[in-house]
């Protein structure tokens, strides 16, 4: 059973970081494309940022470029997202992705393994 596991959400005021966690267990991490997703109130989830497995290549939305950033460890089966300069408008539940795939997707639909998200509140 294939399990992700978030962790390092929080309250934090404008300006700070935060690095988010996730955790697989029941797949082989080292062939996953993983993606964080976010789901603010009463909106969609967006694609925030991702990276594949073969060349660790990452891709961003437009609105965290330059502030986020994605990696991964193989050896702890984790993979993060360091957010930086955090804005009132990064407010929202993070949610992490997996696919056994070489390329990242910018779709929700292209997941079939998600974390439970994890909440990351932004004030200004």
């Known amino acids: 059973q294939v399990q992700l596991v978030e962790s390092g959400g929080g309250s934090v005021q404008a300006g700070v970081s935060l690095r988010l966690s996730c955790e697989a267990s029941?797949?082989?991490?080292?062939?996953?494309?993983m993606a964080w997703f976010r789901q603010a109130p009463e909106r969609e989830r967006e694609f925030v940022a991702g990276?594949?497995?073969?060349?660790?290549?990452?891709v961003f939305a437009d609105s965290v470029k330059g502030r986020f950033t994605v990696s991964r460890d193989n050896t702890k089966n984790t993979g993060y997202l360091q957010m930086n300069s955090l804005r009132p408008e990064d407010t929202a539940v993070y949610f992490c992705a997996a696919r056994l795939d070489p390329l990242v997707s910018r779709s929700e639909t292209a997941y079939p393994y998600w974390g439970q998200g994890t909440q990351v509140t932004v004030s200004s």
């Open positions: 029941g797949i082989t991490f080292s062939r996953v494309s």
């Open positions: 990276i594949d497995w073969p060349r660790r290549s990452t």
